[in-house]
């Protein structure tokens, strides 16, 4: 079973566009994250939901809105898709305990976007 | 601004011989530390944690030392092999849920 799944893999779209990307864990976590990885490999969060709460929204353009119906998913949309949006994007998911050492964080396979 | 920098982009080193990674950090007192492996096309995998009162963490042939006076953390991997090859990711953490990753060390490990 997987434990951090992403929809689609891939995703080719145009300057413009509206996208959205899926990401769901079976893991019983409380806290989902979303990550950029640029053609760099720098791996930069973006956002943290909490118990379907929004709890760290890094420098991100307010054209990517993070969307959680539960627990157990975390989707991104993505507006008026640029250039400089093309990278591959990470979902993770990890069991936060205020104050206590924060379990690890489980990746998912990452979508690589491509914005023509 | 917090700054995380990894030693080299890229470590070439010969099968059987022990890679060490270094983690350099400015401008942040993390509450623990992590080390991940990516393979090309994939998400990250956990390796090891250490926290800020540890020395030292060991995990069969792995090794992690963390020394907050210093800022630094070395990965170490004895006997090495082949498919040890990979991208090797320190992360930092306080107690919140705000994540910071270097820029990763590329290891081939040449048979």
């Known amino acids: 079973d997987t434990a951090v799944s992403q929809t689609p893999k891939y995703l080719v779209t145009q300057m413009g566009n509206d996208k959205s990307i899926k990401c769901e864990q079976n893991?019983?976590?409380?806290?989902m994250y979303w990550y950029k990885q640029d053609s760099k490999k720098f791996l930069k969060i973006m956002f943290s939901?909490?118990?379907?709460?929004?709890?760290i929204n890094e420098t991100v353009p307010n054209r990517f809105s993070p969307k959680s119906p539960d627990k157990a998913h975390l989707n991104l949309h993505i507006n008026s898709l640029e250039l400089g949006d093309s990278a591959v994007y990470f979902c993770a998911s990890t069991q936060f305990r205020r104050g206590v050492s924060t379990d690890t964080q489980y990746f998912g396979p990452g979508t690589r976007l491509t914005v023509l | 601004s917090q700054k995380i920098e990894q030693n080299s982009e890229a470590l070439n080193i010969q099968e059987g011989k022990t890679a060490t990674l270094t983690c350099n950090y400015t401008n942040y007192s993390p509450a623990y530390l992590q080390w991940y492996r990516q393979d090309p096309g994939r998400g990250p995998v956990f390796l090891l944690l250490?926290?800020?009162?540890?020395k030292e963490k060991r995990k069969e042939r792995l090794k992690v030392t963390f020394d907050t006076t210093l800022k630094q953390s070395l990965f170490h991997i004895t006997a090495s092999q082949p498919a040890d090859s990979a991208t090797y990711l320190c992360?930092?953490?306080?107690?919140?849920?705000?994540?910071?990753f270097g820029p990763g060390t590329r290891l081939s490990v040449l048979p």
């Open positions: 939901y909490n118990n379907k709460e929004l709890i």
């Open positions: 992360a930092l953490s306080d107690y919140g849920q705000n994540f910071v």
């Open positions: 250490i926290r800020e009162n540890e």
């Open positions: 893991l019983g976590h409380d806290t």
